[in-house]
Structures are given as C-alpha cells and as structure tokens.
C-alpha cells in the first residue's frame, strides 16, 4: 500500500512537500494536468487535479482519477481539508502480470486529504465470476466520514499471445 500523495505545502514562498512513507514503491501518484475551477486573486485558485497511479500489485493496470485541491489561504499553506468528490477511471495497458495474491478489498493507494484526520484511499477486489478487477476509490475522516465513492472495473484480457490471467488465482483464501 502506498502513503501520502500529491498534497503540496507552500510557505514562505519556499515549495515543499509532504514527507512520504518509506514504503513508497516508487513516486506515488503521476500528476495528469489541473484545471482551476474559481479565481482567487492573491491565493492559489482551487483546481480539479488529474492524477494516474499504477496498481503495484498487477503489471498491466493504471487507475486514473480526478480530485478537488483547495486554493485559497488554508490551500496554500496546505491545512486546507480537500473535498470528498472523487471520480475513477481503471484500464488495462499492457500485458497483466499478478506479482502477489491479495485480499478482497485490499487498499492499493492512499493518500492524506487533510492535515490530520482525512484520506483519500483506492482499493482492489476481484468478480472472480467475469474475471474482472475491481477498483473502488473513496475517502475517510475519523469522524463525520462522507459516503462520496466511485468504482471502476478492469475485464482482464489476453494480451499478444497468451491467456488471460485470473484474478480468482491470486485472492488470498
């Protein structure tokens, strides 16, 4: 499971970001392209933010997904509590190769939507009925969680030569 994410503080006019766990597989999310959404005049505008994250457990599989970045004062300081609006999107783009089994509801990602209590988590399971990943993304705040959510699905398909994999194969019993 990956930590942090693509949070920015911004003091001082220094630029710095968030510290990330040692666990990272590698960078974290892949920032898309922002789109701001309002005009703010001396603070940062709020933006829709489109990032891409490959699922560290299955070569093959990225999930895209866009979130709200609050601008303005508590934004650019980075203490701003993020929105709980989220979309999901999950394809295949090359060959899937599983690496390990995992658990139905497994968490892939998450990443810190607020200073303390939020975060934004993606997490995998399999219809090992149509052989298809499963991928739900959503966000939790110790209290008042918000029910926002969206899912994506990925049919595992042959690629080149060769079988499919099957997602029921690596689920841990």
């Known amino acids: 499971m990956k930590s942090c994410g693509p949070t920015k503080f911004l003091a001082a006019g220094l630029l710095a970001l968030v ?7 590698n960078d974290g999310p892949d920032l898309i392209f922002r789109k701001s959404t309002d005009f703010k005049l001396l603070t940062p505008n709020d933006k829709l933010a489109t990032y891409v994250v490959d699922d560290p457990l299955v070569d093959g599989v990225a999930c895209t997904y866009t979130a709200h970045e609050k601008g303005g004062m508590a934004g650019m300081f980075g203490v701003a509590e993020q929105t709980s609006e989220v979309s999901l999107a999950c394809s295949q783009f090359g060959p899937i190769k599983f690496k390990e089994k995992f658990g139905q509801g497994d968490l892939m990602i998450s990443e ?3 200073l303390l209590f939020k975060q934004l988590h993606i997490a995998r399971g399999c219809d090992v009925k149509r052989n298809m990943l499963v991928y739900m993304i959503y966000s939790d705040k110790l209290i008042e969680g918000s029910p926002e959510n969206s899912t994506a699905t990925v049919a595992l398909q042959p690629w080149g030569q060769g079988e499919a994999q099957k997602c029921a194969d690596y689920i841990k019993q």
Not at 19 to 25: L, P, T
């Open 19 to 25: 510290s990330c766990s040692a666990s990272f597989a």
């Open 112 to 114: 810190r939507r607020s």
